[in-house]
């Protein structure tokens, strides 16, 4: 799996994002850091040639715009058309009723590889109650993994769940990653950014649960390692970048918690 490090860097993917206004800069910057090619549009008219010239495509409905619920809608589409890779993150789909509405609208008309959200994102998608304020999510620690397996059975994809230890689920496989710092909670955008690193890696595997798991680790293990000497905050943010750009194999096969979980399915 760590060799897609590499494999991300020979391809250089086109990811094409529909996406959050407050931290598209970064996605674009993490996406670039790690060997893949941003692009970013707002437009209907290019929606097909655009999607059919790209190797993926993210869909993040984090800052809602009425003029863009029935674009991304669209580009969801086209991307299943032209049998494109595509994630999306509903940002804050628990926190208000046309959030849940546009999600819902998403998964009814078009099939998703991936879907990552924090906890109570995921939670709520699963149909229970969820704890948040705004966009955030409150994260108590406790283990989710069968609620991101069965979300993951019931929306029939891969479903990434970040938080203290972020979880990854095909709906049969879980892998849990245990890297990561407090700090990236101090950053705007760090779990956009995990769905543009993973975007980023979706074109270079058939496996789409090893693309969401690299995706999420690049995120969990440079924001550790970025703290290692416990910086400021504005300087971690810094470094965050430092350490997705100079990440390999080697680094990963050295640094990288990751356990694959063996559900019993017997119970």
Do not use: W
């Amino acid at each position: 799996m760590f060799n897609l490090i590499d494999k991300l860097k020979e391809v250089n993917p086109l990811v094409l994002h529909y996406t959050n206004n407050v931290t598209i800069t970064d996605c674009a910057n993490a996406t670039l850091a790690i060997g893949a090619s941003p692009l970013m549009s707002f437009s209907y008219e290019e929606v097909d040639d655009i999607v059919k010239a790209a190797s993926s495509v993210v869909i993040n409905i984090g800052t809602m715009n009425s003029k863009f619920l029935d674009l991304f809608v669209l580009a969801g589409k086209t991307a299943n058309k032209y049998n494109k890779p595509v994630i999306l993150d509903p940002v804050g789909v628990f926190a208000t009723k046309a959030r849940g509405e546009l999600t819902n609208k998403l998964l009814n008309e078009g099939k998703f590889d991936v879907i990552r959200g924090n906890i109570s994102e995921i939670q709520f998608l699963g149909g229970l109650n969820v704890k948040g304020k705004g966009v955030d999510s409150f994260d108590d620690g406790s283990d989710a993994s069968d609620i991101v397996r069965d979300v993951a059975k019931k929306l029939e994809c891969v479903v990434v769940a970040s938080g203290k230890t972020d979880l990854i689920s095909d709906g049969e496989k879980i892998y849990k990653v245990h890297n990561g710092s407090s700090k990236l909670k101090f950053i705007t955008g760090t779990g956009c950014m995990s769905t543009s690193l993973i975007g980023s890696f979706l074109p270079c595997t058939d496996k789409k649960i090893e693309a969401a798991v690299m995706g999420t680790l690049v995120m969990s293990l440079s924001g550790e390692l970025a703290d290692k000497e416990n910086p400021p905050v504005g300087t971690f943010k810094t470094k965050l970048f430092d350490n997705m750009f100079t990440l390999d194999e080697q680094t990963l096969n050295k640094y990288a918690k990751i356990e694959e979980v063996q559900m019993d399915y017997s119970l």
